[in-house]
């Protein structure tokens, strides 16, 4: 009875865990830019590569990437810049 009691924690831990590690992966620093969709946040990734690489590009960069408009661009770029 013990071992079928640890057997299923151990299955409910381990269920969790996948869970909570599966939803940090989806999570980005994008999520938190106002305007920036699902949609945009893929075109984003896709054309930088990296969160980090769309932090650090310059406002003519961002408006090059494809889905995302000048005003987009210029919303990302405040955001992370402390603009206006």
């Given at each position: 009875y013990?071992q079928?009691?640890?057997?299923?924690?151990?299955r409910?831990?381990?269920?969790a865990?996948r869970?909570?590690?599966?939803?940090?992966?989806?999570?980005?620093?994008l999520?938190?830019?106002?305007g920036?969709?699902?949609?945009?946040?893929k075109?984003?990734?896709?054309?930088?590569?990296?969160a980090?690489?769309?932090?650090?590009a310059?406002?003519?960069?961002?408006?090059?990437?494809p889905?995302?408009?000048?005003a987009?661009a210029q919303?990302?770029?405040?955001?992370y810049?402390g603009g206006?």
């Open positions: 013990l079928r009691l640890r057997d299923e924690v151990h409910y831990a381990i269920g865990h869970t909570k590690r599966a939803k940090a992966i989806t999570a980005s620093p999520d938190e830019v106002p920036i969709g699902p949609a945009r946040k075109a984003l990734l896709l054309h930088f590569g990296t980090r690489a769309v932090r650090s310059s406002l003519e960069d961002l408006q090059m990437a889905g995302v408009s000048a987009v919303t990302v770029y405040d955001f810049h206006g």
